[in-house]
T-cell receptor, first 112, second 115 residues
Framework: GENVEQHPSTLSVQEGDSAVIKCTYS??????FPWYKQELGKGPQLIID?????GEKKDQRIAVTLNKTAKHFSLHITETQPEDSAVYFC???????????FGSGTQLTVLP | ETGVTQSPTHLIKTRGQQVTLRCSSQ?????VSWYQQALGQGPQFIFQ???????GRGNFPPRFSGLQFPNYSSELNVNALELDDSALYLC??????????????FGPGTRLTVT
């Protein structure tokens, strides 16, 4: 089955700085990689995703990069704001399966 | 376009009891997946329903069962509740054309506490 590892588990940055969260996956057949943001007491919110035929995708202050050879993908948040503070999860579907395997999460704190 | 909704928001049950959680999928989505999220952990896949049939199952015992209805809404049933079943239960809807290999949109979850 798929194994997704996520680092770091906690990350504190000053407002305006950049934040980077990294994930590695084990199943080379995985071809879709979403990132979710989860605020306290809420369900995960899809913030960006990338497919294996693309190396990078951007959406305003958020970007995701994918290295299929190394089997890792990263979330980049620029110009961080206090409202970016939340738990972020990466995920990947194992091979041909339809479910998502999630990483263990990163608690991001943006200090004002 | 309506998002994914779940009910109830919170539930307290006693060990050994049974519980039913409900989910309405996002408009236009015909696939529903259920996840269990223990405190401080990522969501764990329970099972997925497509066209009223179970379409994949994670490492959960048979006392976790589900249903999908013709309007694509879904139920998660858990029998013989155990203390370790205390968690946030999340429902996610998606388009069958992408299944797990495309966007899954989550509801707010049901917080289940077993005492």
């Amino acid at each position: 089955g798929e194994n997704v590892e996520q680092h770091p588990s906690t990350l504190s940055v000053q407002e305006g700085d950049s934040a980077v969260i990294k994930c590695t996956y084990s199943d080379s057949a995985s071809n879709y990689f979403p990132w979710y943001k989860q605020e306290l007491g809420k369900g995960p919110q899809l913030i960006i995703d990338i497919r294996s035929n693309v190396g990078e995708k951007k959406d305003q202050r958020i970007a995701v990069t994918l290295n299929k050879t190394a089997k890792h993908f990263s979330l980049h948040i620029t110009e961080t704001q206090p409202e970016d503070s939340a738990v972020y999860f990466c995920a990947a579907p194992p091979g041909s399966a339809r479910q998502l395997t999630f990483g263990s999460g990163t608690q991001l704190t943006v200090l004002p | 376009e309506t998002g994914v909704t779940q009910s109830p928001t919170h539930l307290i049950k006693t060990r050994g009891q049974q519980v039913t959680l409900r989910c309405s999928s996002q408009s236009g989505h015909n696939t529903v997946s259920w996840y269990q999220q223990a405190l401080g952990q990522g969501p764990q896949f329970i099972f997925q329903y497509y066209r009223e049939e179970e379409n994949g199952r994670g490492n959960f015992p048979p006392r976790f069962s589900g249903l999908q209805f013709p309007n694509y809404s879904s139920e998660l049933n858990v029998n013989a509740l155990e203390l370790d079943d205390s968690a946030l239960y999340l429902c996610a809807s998606s388009d069958a054309g992408t299944g797990g290999r495309g966007p899954q949109y989550f509801g707010p979850g049901t917080r289940l506490t077993v005492t």
